[in-house]
């Protein structure tokens, strides 16, 4: 009988010749467990390694699963085609070959995604998360830095890693259930997990990662905690919800005025709400990124713009209100829909709205992809007459390259420089040079979030056009800016 230790690395049946049907078993063997393009495990070996460390480490031992990301495959594989990716992946695999030991093993777990299990951690816990942070230092630098790709080109590579701490289920103490016992190094149960099965743990790493790329940030390492699974199945719960609500009708518009140097209205801004059964009034910041994420924004976006343009056809008649403007907010999904320009006219048409009525307000992360596609279509629509701004201006990377080139007519200065141009002898210096920025380029400029009367003077003395704020009206349903009867 063949001696067989380990099934992931079998060993070849020394008093045997290998024929070509053993070759070819090896072969279907090997391409069963190993990645072809990395030579690495596989995903399910990774699985089977984590089952059988699952069944076979000391009681109370605690390992660690490390889930990490090469960020920038996809946007390789897009732009130099998939050898150029394969040749990114190939140059990771041989980094993290390096860290394999005995209590080490590496996979390639998804396209562009590896795992590090580490075994044999010991039963203290504080010493077992510093042996799994050192892995960590160690993938980092192995993976983050400059790679060169076949075509010469270098690239700077990041990674996204989240990891778990585990231990075998049952074989910890139950915290506080021996008084006398010292705790475990002052460490609280919820920072490891006692899984079911090696799924739990692979998912658990992956759930963290997955929190490092939403969040983005300069440290891109998480490590998983119990609240994460309830934050999952709360964002699950929270779009099931959300999407039932926008098809059934639960989304109302808001709207606050925008006043100019003499406080009369010139124009309102829409602010979605959600009047949700089981969470009464939602704000934006509660669903809009969720939204975004899910694409479930494109939709939403549709309602909105159709409700500007019905509010606006409303105020035609009406001499107060038919010079007004209304904005509406856009994200960078609703930009992508290749139709946007289109979706605009129509609803402009559907409602007989003069275009030059309708304003569009992107904030500076829209024009992070693909600046050029969204001159365009702003391009496009300022070709009809639809005015655009440019939202929460400063908070973002400011360029005055693209404000030269972008076709929009105002500037948002951001409510985080209002709060503090009173107080803040650097805080107004800047914002006067944007109130000058915005001169150069021949924009208007509207101060938002002003709540205070010092405020408004401020920012009048400071050469501000507009103003939008607490101070004059806070956002209310829309109907009230309709004309009676
Ligand atoms: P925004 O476009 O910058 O809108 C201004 C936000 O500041 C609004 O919050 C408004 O209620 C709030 N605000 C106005 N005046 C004051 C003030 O004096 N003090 C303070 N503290 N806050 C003030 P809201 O309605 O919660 O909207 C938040 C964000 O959600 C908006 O920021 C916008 O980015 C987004 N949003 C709202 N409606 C839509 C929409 O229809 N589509 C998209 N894509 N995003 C939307
Ligand atoms: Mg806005
Ligand atoms: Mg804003």
């Known amino acids: 009988m063949s001696t067989r230790g380990d099934a992931e690395s079998p060993l070849p049946d020394?008093?045997?010749?290998?024929?070509?049907?053993?070759?070819?078993?090896?072969?279907?063997?090997?391409s069963a467990r190993l990645d072809a393009v990395t030579g690495l495990a596989n995903r399910s070996s990774m699985l089977r390694a984590i089952d059988r460390a699952l069944a076979g480490q000391p009681p109370g031992a605690f390992c660690a699963y490390l889930s990490f990301s090469v960020d920038e495959l996809s946007a390789v594989n897009d732009a130099f085609g998939y050898e150029a990716g394969d040749h990114l992946l190939r140059a990771a695999a041989d980094g993290l070959r390096r860290l394999e030991g005995a209590d080490v093993r590496t996979a390639r777990t998804g396209s562009g995604t590896f795992g590090l299990l580490l075994t044999d951690l010991g039963d203290r816990q504080r010493a077992a998360e510093t042996r799994c942070l050192e892995a960590i230092d160690q993938v980092l630098r192995t993976i983050n830095g400059a790679t060169e790709l076949p075509s010469g080109m270098v690239l700077d590579v990041s990674t996204?890693?989240?990891?778990?701490?585990?231990?075998?289920?049952?074989?910890?103490?139950?915290?506080?259930?021996?008084?006398?016992?010292?705790?475990d190094d002052d460490c609280p149960a919820d920072e490891y997990i006692e899984p079911h099965d090696s799924a739990e743990i692979v998912k658990s790493a992956d759930m963290a990662r997955k929190r490092v790329r939403r969040t983005g940030g300069q440290m891109r390492v998480r490590r998983f905690r119990h609240r994460m699974t309830d934050e999952a199945q709360e964002r699950v719960r929270l779009f099931s919800e959300l999407r039932r609500g926008v098809e059934g009708g639960e989304l109302r518009l808001f709207a606050q005025p925008i006043v100019d140097r003499h406080r009369r209205v010139v124009g309102e801004e829409g602010l979605v709400r959600w009047l949700s059964p089981e969470r009464g009034l939602v704000g934006p910041d509660s669903f809009i990124p969720l939204a975004e994420q899910t694409g479930l924004i494109v939709e939403i976006g549709e309602w909105v713009l159709h409700e500007a343009c019905r509010v606006l056809a409303s105020w035609r008649d009406d001499p107060d209100r038919r010079e007004m403007t209304f904005s509406i907010n856009l994200s960078e999904g609703q930009l992508r829909t290749d139709d946007f320009a289109e979706?605009?006219?129509?609803?402009?048409?559907?409602?007989?709205?003069?275009?030059?009525?309708?304003?569009?307000?992107?904030?500076?992360?829209?024009?992070?992809?693909?600046?050029?596609?969204?001159?365009?279509?702003?391009?496009?629509?300022r070709g009809e007459g639809v005015l655009a701004s440019l939202d929460d201006f400063g908070t973002?990377?400011?360029?005055?390259s693209y404000l030269r080139r972008l076709p929009v007519q105002q500037l948002k200065i951001?409510?985080?420089?209002?709060?503090?141009?009173?107080?803040?002898?650097?805080?107004?210096?800047?914002?006067?040079?944007?109130?000058q920025l915005g001169r150069t380029f021949g924009l208007q400029v509207v101060a938002e979030g002003v709540e205070t009367e010092a405020q408004f003077e401020e920012l009048c003395g400071l050469g501000v056009d507009a103003f939008q704020g607490y101070l004059f009206a806070r956002p209310r349903p829309v109907s009230e800016t309709l004309p009676v009867g």
């Not at 048409?349 to 992070?368: I, Q």
């Open 14 to 30: 020394s008093t045997a010749p290998p024929g070509p049907d053993t070759a070819l078993e090896e072969e279907a063997g090997r």
């Open 160 to 183: 996204s890693l989240g990891f778990v701490l585990w231990t075998p289920r049952g074989s910890r103490p139950v915290t506080g259930a021996d008084p006398t016992e010292p705790a």
């Open 343 to 381: 979706r605009v006219h129509r609803a402009l048409a559907r409602y007989d709205v003069a275009p030059g009525r309708l304003k569009l307000e992107l904030t500076e992360s829209v024009l992070h992809t693909d600046l050029d596609r969204t001159i365009r279509m702003l391009g496009l629509l």
């Open 396 to 400: 973002g990377y400011s360029s005055l």
């Open 414 to 435: 951001d409510r985080s420089f209002v709060s503090e141009v009173v107080d803040d002898a650097h805080t107004a210096a800047v914002t006067r040079t944007i109130v």
